[in-house]
Each structure stands twice: as C-alpha cells, then as structure tokens.
C-alpha cells in the first residue's frame, strides 16, 4: 500500500491504482530515477544498464523538469494572466478612491471651513475625510468579496493544493486593499485639512 499521487494532471481527482511486477503487463512503463550528479550522463546509461534486464526494452528518457514544466504551462499562463488582470484592478482601486475622495473634499468644502471655523481640529477634519474613504472601501470590499467567494470555484481547475475559497487569501486581500484605501486618501485628505475657512467659506 503506497500514497495516493496524481499521474496525469497536478487537478486530477486520485483515482485507484495497482503496481504489476515487471513483466506482468508488456504495455508501456514508466521508470523514475533519482541521481544527485549530472542527469545527462544518467540518461546515457540507462538504457545499456536496463537491457541487462530484459533486452526487449527501448528507452526515451527525459528530465522531470522539462515534464512538470508541459504539466504546469496551462496553470502558470492562467495564473500570470490573473496576476495581470489583478494589478491592474489593485491600480483601478487607487485611481477611484483617490477620484471619489478628491470629489468629495471638493464637494464639502463649506462643510469643511464651516467646522474648522467653528473649532474643529484639522486633524479632525482629515480623519473625517479619510473614514469616508475606508467607508467607500469597505463597501466595495464586502461586495467583491462575496462575488468572489461565488466565482473562486469556477477558477478550481487552476488550482492544485489550494482551496478554492482560501480565508488566508481573501483576508490578505482585504488588508491590501484597506491599505491602499489609506494611502488614497491621505493626499485628498490632507488637502481638506489645510484649507483655511475664509477660502472655503468664500467658496459657498
């Protein structure tokens, strides 16, 4: 009784299998051989040390690399091109949480004179600002995370040895994206905080 492994595709569901003696079964057979020296010059002479067994054998021998690296081509291209499409979403995020945040300080500047004037902490004022935009992200966090947890399963063929719905993948998400929010917002923010009320207030 060995393991399960996987022989076709790193996806595949294990499936029973059951090791012949040599010479059972005439069919086609597959010999893995570990060396710690120079494969090449392993590969050479292999098929003279094989033929002192059975001299019916042919051999075509070939590094386990160069077969992982057929068998991870679909999984590496799919993931490159969500790796792709997944920064350009992380730079979407920046550019609209800085648009909406400058939009909104832009649109509350009276708010922002008027509570500066009547003694509000600037500080204040840039909290203020930089909770509306975690607000906005949170938001959009909550959602995105939901469709994701409904769409990550669809995208489990790609996957091997990963759950689909990874809870440390999705809270890692989160913090990057709050994180982003903050450095967002603060420039926005920042501006808002530094506007004197006269200015604002002779905006109204």
Do not use: C
């Not at 294990?14 to 570990?34: L, S």
């Not at 902490?121 to 947890?149: C, F, H, N, Y």
């Not at 399963?153 to 903050?182: K, N």
Request: charged fraction near 15%; proline fraction near 6%; glycine fraction near 10%.
């Amino acid at each position: 009784m060995v393991a399960d492994s996987r022989y076709l595709t790193l996806g595949e569901e294990t499936q029973p299998q059951v090791y012949w003696v040599y010479g059972a079964d005439a069919g086609n057979i597959k010999i893995h051989v570990r060396t710690e020296g120079d494969a090449t010059a392993l590969a050479r002479s292999l098929p003279d040390a094989l033929n002192l067994t059975d001299t019916r054998v042919t051999t075509r021998s070939r590094p386990l690399s160069s077969v992982m690296a057929v068998a991870l081509f679909p999984p590496r291209a799919a993931a490159a091109l969500l790796g792709a499409l997944g920064l350009v979403g992380w730079a979407l995020t920046i550019a609209g949480i800085y648009g909406v945040v400058s939009f909104t300080v832009a649109q509350r500047v009276p708010e922002i004179g008027l509570r500066i004037a009547l003694g509000a902490e600037p500080l204040s004022v840039m909290r203020l600002l930089i909770r509306d935009g975690l607000a906005i992200t949170g938001l959009g966090l909550v959602i995105g995370l939901i469709l994701a947890a409904l769409v990550t399963p669809l995208l489990s063929i790609f996957l091997s040895g990963v759950p689909p719905r990874d809870v440390g993948s999705f809270v890692l998400t989160a913090l990057v994206l709050i994180g982003t929010a903050l450095v967002a917002s603060y420039g926005p923010a920042r501006r808002g905080m530094r506007l004197s009320p006269t200015e604002a207030l002779r905006n109204d």
